[in-house]
């Protein structure tokens, strides 16, 4: 093998190292979504001009009862990843959907948005249901 193949070689194995590892990293980024529970996310939001709770249930679960002041995207809608994509990046995002169980629709939400680069992510433990028995704001049907 001559000196140029050599290098270049040596080039391209150190590429595919640094891509392994970027790639590595990113896969750890996206793990490290935390959990934050009711009393802590109400606390949260009132001390963060921020920070958004975004509800990813169906519009007609939204629309029944949700936690004042959430916006809804529906998790399940075909164009969810398009429609979060517009969102602000910087923004502090509390997702959550009608109990948050793992694998359920906030992490498929979750999911989606860390692979669009947010990067400020909470999962609300609980979701709707753990909001609603704690008795904190809700926005009922027809108010």
Known sequence: MNKTNFRLSGLIFLAGILAMTNVQAESEARKT??????NTAQEYL???????I?????????NLSHITGAMN???QDDSFESMVAGLDKDKTYLVHCTKNPAGGRSSRALDTLQSLGFKNLYNLEGGYIAWKEAELPLTEAGN
């Open 46 to 52: 009132a001390q963060h001009e921020n920070a958004v």
């Open 54 to 62: 975004m509800d990813v249930r169906t519009p007609a679960e939204f």
């Open 73 to 75: 995207i529906n998790v």
């Open 33 to 38: 979504v935390e959990k934050i529970d009711v």
